[in-house]
């Protein structure tokens, strides 16, 4: 089955092969609040098993999302995501995390601290954006991903790459969206192999016509 990772056309070029102007569009898109996509994924690019379970995913000891949690005050997912991460006795809606879930339809019953969207992505991040506030996580799916990567509203990957190959699951990108290209700005091996990498959306300005 082909891997849903080799959908993604990532740029394997290092820091210093990119222009100045690549690396004047990663120091701009720091002046508005990033959309951050993070998550863990198997080698072969899944996200999860095709039943949705996590299992493969683990935390080395050595590692710590504490440095991640203090750049972001939003977290946005896709409903399953939700569901799977109640499931693993999962907890949001904290009074520092504000908590958006992309929904086609009303839950059932509400959720303190959650607020379900049903709107575009792109106009919702339009709307957080106006406001003050930190980075904003999304936390996936794969599908919530794609419709995110088609807006162009990601700005940097933060991926726990982990050592397995699962053979079939969930995507992490599934098929469907423009070419994006992404520098690699930070990696880190952890024990037991996890591999923490870092890139950031490099955004190419169209030339003016004369």
């Given at each position: 089955m082909a891997s849903g990772f080799s959908k993604t056309r990532?740029?394997?070029?290092?820091?210093?092969?990119?222009?100045?102007?690549?690396?004047?569009a990663i120091r701009l898109s720091?002046?508005?609040?990033?959309?951050?996509?993070?998550?863990?994924?198997?080698?072969?690019?899944?996200?999860?098993?095709?039943?949705g379970a996590v299992d493969f995913l683990f935390m080395p000891k050595d590692y710590s999302m504490a440095p991640f949690f203090k750049t972001i005050d939003t977290a946005i997912m896709g409903r399953k995501t939700l569901d799977v991460a109640l499931k693993m006795g999962g907890s949001f809606g904290g009074s520092s995390m504000a908590t958006y879930v992309f929904s086609r339809s009303k839950p059932a019953s509400e959720r303190d601290g959650i607020v379900f969207v049903n709107e575009s992505p792109?106009?919702?991040?339009?709307?957080?954006?106006?406001?003050?506030?930190?980075?904003?996580?999304?936390?996936?799916?794969?599908?919530l991903a794609r419709d995110f990567l088609k807006a162009?509203?990601?700005?940097?990957?933060?991926?726990?790459?982990?050592?397995?190959?699962?053979?079939e699951g969930i995507p992490l990108f599934p098929s469907g969206f423009p070419q994006r290209d992404f520098a690699l700005v930070e990696n880190k091996t952890y024990s037991k192999g996890l591999i923490a990498l870092k890139y950031a959306r490099v955004r190419k300005k169209s030339r003016r016509k004369s």
């Open positions: 990532f740029s394997t070029r290092s820091s210093t092969e990119y222009t100045v102007r690549d690396r004047v720091s002046l508005v609040r990033k959309v951050v996509l993070g998550l863990g994924i198997s080698i072969d690019g899944y996200i999860a098993r095709l039943n792109a106009m919702f991040i339009s709307k957080l954006r106006e406001r003050r506030g930190k980075n904003i996580w999304l936390m996936g799916g794969g599908e162009d509203l990601i700005d940097e990957l933060y991926l726990g790459l982990v050592p397995v190959l699962l053979g």
